[in-house]
């Protein structure tokens, strides 16, 4: 094998050995498969790989992976990872949670975060329940979901996180499919790439809560039309799409944000004199 | 100095309140006041007081002017100048005057408020609006300015001096009309009452710096190594975030504006995880929000410091003005027990050392440092002797190579384990909020759980602080104990009452958080009655002080929640009392 041939990095070499706790047939399982092989196709050495999330089902993924991680508090993934990554630009930052982390709770920094255009990208496994809770209404929830906390529904549309993202500012939307896990994982690696906020919403079952998630695999389908640029056309069409289209919807070129860089370094010492009478 | 002939003699110490209406520049001129009399040699500090207003709206600054060194508030006002009296009366409980004091009234022909004549000043009317008739440019405040700099002595040419450095970025007309106003003021105060000159200066000493605690905590936040500042406004700790943000590119950091508390607080974690010192400063609201998170440090052990420059609660409170009243907060409001470093500066001078131990502490110790400012010690600025530049050793414990046997969280016994930084091949581990084993791994075992408790706790009952966990000043039976803003106005009460430091003992604690009971009984040994003095409603700080630090029984608590400031003659009182039993 010549060194041109043979990859430094295979998809099982960013997986840990820690057994995950989600329930058998999670959609979770599919898509920490479609980031190993996203990142095995980029081939970033594990150790410049954070991956950071919040609480909740999903958000388990970091120690699941061999890259450094930070599972955080609920709902704050987002400012951890941008901290991480202005001071660290050197770092590929991956976060990762679900629809109650990251469209309920961390609502206010999910807006922000697409604003801000850090360059990183966001997974949001979406499985439209509170899973770890056993079984409440998420901000994608249908409004008339029966269950213990809400019965009858709870009467409120569903959050519409790519519109949101759109109209937030974010660099890059994509919709995957837990089912499709190759599939995903290209849209991963794609995300990874493009420079700025890149956001992919992952329609991810969960079976336990949500068993009728199950025929997701009949109802998603690749979007019919090429990715777009342009933000009026994507907002039509992430505005009245049927919410099972999968594939890169919407993608900018907006800068990437860093905070300003001085290169006349100077000393601490120096600020003294400015309190000197 | 209350004589019959208030000018018979040079004062030591002399207080002025310059009060006016929105837009007439009170601020400014107090500002001026105090940087000329800096000019000249003399110590001095400022303070605020202005209405709800956002702009505009009645304000007034307090300056006083000393040949030694101002550490509190003064118990009484010299001097009372009105550029006008509208609203004034707001400010009336904020400026005790009586019959040595002299109320110079701006503005002719007004009637000057009861609230302030009933001490029995005296008063002297100035027809401001006339004598400026022919200074082009000319405005009050200018001319207050050079009426007071003249009755109190300070020289015309530190003035001069003062407008030249402050004014420059406006102008030449800018500094000569506010001259020539000045020079006006001063020819005015020759036909005023006579009043008492500050006693000169001595020369010679140490350099004197103009700052205020804002200020002093962000600088020793950059000579601890703060590299990394997310940031959420909110008065009173926005100055340290406006100081530190041109600053911190200039030593290779950068601040970030969050959209929230929650979000600073989780930027400064996630930054400092990547291997970078990093703080945020709020005050009460905000550390409320970042209580949670900053439980998230304190399990996964990653550095992080939190300024919180305290203002009136609880919710909004009183935003402008100070108190103490997050002590409980600070030390006792996180969930689950979550051992953490808290810290108070016992001055404005004493901002920089405490914020830059506060970073050493948590670097070192790899926790959570909240450091417990107040708006009295932030937003007051004050000529100080310059602080002495300290360095401490500070490193954070980094794991630079590792083998296969590395563990994150490694019961080393000291409880501090290395850390591997992203990047670090090998080191790789998930920081977690979940208890976790010493590998990192989530982990739900009592074996575990007690471990890592241990670990944590261990790290920081056990960690050397020096002796720079009190300033201990005096020897003798009485001891007040206390702590922050309040230091101030306890040293001056025990000065009054013994100069030389042998029946007052006066400890300040600046390690608030964990406790030290046996270090507070070794400094209160040989000690019969204690006082301890703070600024809130439900003294908190004695409680403190009794429930974890084995406070004597028979201490006494002197405590008074905010606005007003705790004045030293009430606490002089209270000594007097007890040193005389």
Redesign the interface.
Known sequence: MTAESAPAFAAKDFKSD?KPVWCPGCGDYSVLSSVTKALAELQT????V???SGIGCSSRI??YT????????H??A???????????P??TVIVTGGDGDGYSIGG??F??ACRRNVDMTYIVMDNQVYGMTKGQPSPTTEPDWESGLVPGGTRIRPFMPLVVALASGANFIARGFSGDPNGTAQLIAEAIRHPGFSFVEVLSPCVTFRPEQRNWKHETHPAPVEATNDRGRAARRLATDDGFNTGVLFYDNRAPYM????A?????????RE??? | MNTSDPAAQAAETITVALVGSGGSGVMTAGDFLLRAASKAGWYGMMTRSSGPQIRGGEAAAYVTLSSRPVDAPSDRFDMLYAIDWKNAERFSAEIPLDTASLIVSGEAGATVPDAFTKGGARIAELDVKALLKDVSGGRPNMLALGVVCTLMGIQPDAVEDVLESRLGKKGAMAIESSTAAAELGAKCARDLPSFPKLSTPAQNGPEHWVITGNQAAGLGALRGGIRFVAAYPITPATEILEWMSPRLPKVGGNLVQAEDELASINMAIGASYGGTPSLTATSGPGLALMTESIGLAIASETPVVVVDVMRGGPSTGIPTKSEQGDLNLAVFGLHGDAPHVVVAPTSISDCVFTTQWAVHLAESMQTAAIVLSDQALGQTISVIDKPADIAFATRRLVADTVDESYNRYALTGTGVSPMSLPGTPGGQYTADGLEHNPRGTPSSTAEDHAAQMEKRLQKIVEFDYGSHWADIDGDGDVAVVTWGSMTGPVREAARRVDPDGSKVRVVSLRLLAPAKPEWLAEALDGVERTLVVEQTHSAQFYHYLYSHFGLDTNAEPFHRPGPLPLRPAELEAKIREWTRQ
């Open positions: 820690i050495p594990p150790e410049d954070a991956v950071v970091p120690a061999n890259c450094y991680g930070f599972h955080g508090v709902g704050r987002l400012p951890l990872a941008i901290g991480l990554k202005v001071s660290r050197d770092l206010n920094h807006l922000h905070p300003p860089v001085d006349n370094l100077t000393d601490v010492q120096q600020f003294d309190f000197a009478v």
